[in-house]
């Protein structure tokens, strides 16, 4: 069975710039979350989604956003890239909604310059 | 304000011997747990969880202990070996119909042969 897929693994933008993540989750999960890991602030949660809806939000300002389809693929958007937007930005996902096991996939390193 | 704390920030055994992780909590609604272990820019790998109503959960050489009256969980690994060298994480979510995790900041454990 394969895992949550991430894509791009690595990327590198200039400030100003936006950027789209992708995340495939485990066939038969319907939840997708997203995570922010930075050494200053550890692993911060940015939004979760189950069949296609925003189920909750992190304290994130609205440059980042986020989508899932009706595959349960999700892509998650940062506009006008910030200096401090630099991180490994990681999805999880889960098969059911709450108390619940969510597995990771490898991340996506982003590097703003 | 951490509402997941992991008050060691690393901690070394030796090879074979029991290595004992810890994490406190703030928040009284939490009543999922689950920890990861997580390489240096990879997704976390998870391990283990427990709900709320139990006080023990095992999984080969990984056992879960949750106290909730001291809002305390510990991860307990018997024996320990090198390859269980890496940063562990402690997470929590308030349960309902949510994914979300709120995550400790890490233990680094080091295994020494």
């Known amino acids: 069975k394969a895992g949550v897929t991430q894509t791009p693994r690595y990327l590198i933008k200039t400030r100003g710039q936006q950027v789209t993540l992708s995340c495939s989750p485990i066939?038969?999960?319907?939840?997708v979350s997203w995570y922010q890991q930075t050494p200053g602030q550890g692993l911060q949660f940015l939004f979760e989604?189950?069949?296609?809806?925003?189920?909750n939000k992190g304290n994130f300002p609205g440059r980042f956003s986020g989508r899932q389809f009706s595959n349960s693929r999700s892509e998650m958007n940062v506009s006008t890239l910030e200096l401090g937007d630099s991180a490994l930005y990681l999805c999880?996902?889960?098969?059911?909604?709450?108390?619940?096991?969510?597995?990771f996939g490898q991340g996506t390193r982003l590097t703003v310059v | 304000d951490q509402q997941v704390k992991q008050n060691s920030p690393s901690l070394s055994v030796q090879e074979g011997r029991i290595s004992i992780l810890n994490c406190d909590y703030t928040?009284?609604?939490?009543?999922?747990f689950l920890w990861y272990k997580k390489y240096p820019a990879e997704g976390p790998t998870f391990l283990i969880s427990?709900?709320?109503?139990?006080d023990k959960n095992e999984d080969g050489r990984f056992t879960v202990f949750l106290n909730k009256s001291a809002k305390h969980l510990s991860l307990h690994i018997v024996p320990s070996q090198p390859g269980d060298s890496a940063v562990y994480f402690c997470?929590?979510?308030?349960?309902?119909?949510?994914?979300?995790?709120?995550f400790g900041t890490g233990t680094l454990l080091a295994v020494q042969p």
């Open positions: 999880a996902s889960s098969r059911l909604q709450g108390n619940t096991e969510a597995f």
């Open positions: 066939s038969g999960h319907r939840s």
């Open positions: 989604y189950f069949s296609e809806t925003q189920r």
């Open positions: 928040n009284s609604m939490f009543d999922y």
């Open positions: 427990i709900s709320s109503i139990k």
């Open positions: 997470a929590a979510s308030a349960g309902g119909a949510t994914n979300k995790l709120i």
